[in-house]
């Protein structure tokens, strides 16, 4: 089972990224799925999340309005577009799963995790 996050990169602020997350060796559509990040000297964070059908979202006050979370079940893969960056959103991004079926979980719920994938905002 594999979680590969992929679309980081350098970015002026202002700008936009989206991040995938493809998923292999079982169907994640039934789980829960997240986007954490990690900045250098601090803890993971959460920053969005989606329940099993799309239905719900979750996203931590920091990118809310910015930040949309989507999936699509067909292609096990999530998503995130990242519009309107800034400095503070630097960090290590990785997606995770869940089995349960919401949106929002404390890192220890998310049973499997990519391998995270870096996004760089400059001023």
């Known amino acids: 089972v594999q979680l590969q996050a992929s679309g980081g990169g350098l970015v002026q602020a202002g700008g936009s990224l989206r991040l995938s997350c493809a998923a292999s060796g079982r169907t994640f559509s039934g789980d829960g799925m997240g986007w954490f990040r990690q900045a250098p000297g601090k803890e993971r964070e959460f920053v969005a999340g989606i329940s099993w059908n799309g239905g719900s979202t979750s996203y931590a006050d920091s990118v809310k309005g910015r930040f949309i979370i989507s999936r699509d079940n067909a292609k096990n893969t999530v998503y995130l577009q990242m519009n309107s960056l800034n400095v503070e959103d630097t960090a290590v991004y990785y997606c995770?799963?869940?089995?349960?079926?919401?949106?929002?979980?404390?890192?220890?719920?998310?049973?499997?995790w990519g391998q995270g994938t870096q996004v760089t905002v400059s001023s």
């Open positions: 995770a799963a869940t089995y349960l079926s919401g949106s929002i979980y404390p890192p220890v719920k998310y049973t499997y």
